[in-house]
């Protein structure tokens, strides 16, 4: 299984960036989805939550700026962030709880992470 993301980049403060994560790989079903971050020296955090049924989580700090979404035909997860601050700055991560065809228990996977640098 990979856990692939994209569409981090630089963006000025205000503005906005669509994360996707992509999930491939033998999989027979997806369950819970995240996003985390890590910035330099921080623990790394989580960000935003969706069920395979689609209730979402997310972190006070970005409650009504980010909106995590997915698209279970694609395997894929978004992360639509919003007025964009300097503090967003951080290395972000797709998580995945996912079984693979053939076994029994499902484990987590994560992906190597996208770079989103929030600056002026």
């Known amino acids: 299984v990979q856990l692939v993301e994209s569409g981090g980049g630089l963006v000025q403060p205000g503005g906005s960036l669509r994360l996707s994560c992509l999930a491939s790989?033998?999989?027979?079903?997806?369950?819970?989805i995240s996003w985390y971050r890590q910035a330099p020296g921080k623990q790394r955090e989580l960000v935003a939550g969706i069920t395979n049924g689609g209730t979402t989580t997310y972190a006070d700090s970005v409650k009504g700026r980010f909106t995590i979404s997915r698209d279970n035909t694609k395997n894929t997860v978004y992360l639509q962030m919003n007025s964009l601050k300097p503090e967003d700055t951080a290395v972000y991560y797709c998580?995945?709880?996912?079984?693979?065809?053939?076994?029994?228990?499902?484990?987590?996977?994560w992906g190597q992470g996208t770079q989103v640098t929030v600056s002026s």
């Open positions: 790989g033998g999989i027979f079903s997806i369950n819970a």
């Open positions: 998580n995945a709880n996912i079984l693979r065809g053939g076994y029994v228990f499902p484990r987590d996977y």
